[in-house]
């Protein structure tokens, strides 16, 4: 059973919150973004995808609910998203990342925030992305064009993938009323200020980039300051 998706909050905090994930094989067929040229990926119910190539093959490509969670097996890069699930004023959004095998080269995965037209040409959200390596990335995507905010990165507390391509991050993204706290397995790693694309209200989904099979536990929103 889904949670409602809109919670009567002041406006000053998180408007919105995460569906929960539906039973293993609660599949519904999806109806392909436009870009989509191949064979359709059946979705959860309410979810919708983007690749980043238009045209890109689609086969094998899977997002599905497994267990309490989320499962994507990418092919393309691609983010995905449920319009329902929205976030504004002040507050957190997080999620666990488990990479589960090795790809040719590191690959990133993590958090869409601030989404606004993610289905249209002018599809535009900022993005929190870890990989195998050990690095974080930050970006804003605004149609075709990618605005650089944080370029790969190093840092402690990204788990780099073991000798079989495996590695658990929690991301979590802390929208304050000036400041936005870019956090991974409970520490800061980044943080901007508050303003245009960065912190603003929008949908919230997920990012996976090429050739990845990833388990995702979330994404989940909750006001600022909460515990849950």
Do not use: C
């Not at 309410?46 to 094998?60: F, I, S």
């Not at 075709?144 to 370029?151: G, N, P, S």
């Amino acid at each position: 059973m889904r949670r409602p998706s809109l919670l009567a909050l002041a406006p000053a905090v998180v408007a919105a919150t995460v569906a929960a994930p539906l039973a293993l094989g609660a599949q519904a067929p999806a109806q392909p973004a436009a870009n989509v040229t191949s064979a359709p990926v059946a979705l959860p119910t309410g979810w919708q995808m983007r690749l980043d190539r238009p045209g890109a093959k689609t086969d094998g490509m899977r997002f599905v609910t497994m267990g309490k969670g989320l499962h994507a097996t990418t092919g393309p890069a691609a983010i995905f998203w449920d319009p329902a699930n929205t976030a504004s004023g002040s507050y957190t959004v997080e999620a666990s990342f488990t990479q589960t095998k090795a790809p040719a080269h590191p690959e990133a995965y993590g958090l869409i925030l601030g989404g606004r037209n993610l289905d249209g040409e002018g599809q535009d959200y900022l993005y929190f992305i870890v990989r195998g390596d050990g690095k974080y990335m930050i970006n804003h995507r605004a149609g075709a064009q990618v605005h650089k905010l944080t370029d790969w990165t190093a840092n402690a507390a990204v788990k780099p993938a073991d000798a079989a391509g495996k590695a658990t991050n929690a991301l979590r993204v802390r929208v304050g009323a000036d400041s936005v706290r870019f956090d991974v397995n409970g520490t800061q790693v980044d943080a901007k200020p508050r303003g245009g694309m960065v912190g603003r209200d929008g949908i919230v989904g997920l990012r996976v980039n090429h050739m990845l099979d990833v388990h995702v536990d979330g994404p989940r929103v909750s006001a600022a300051g909460s515990t849950r």
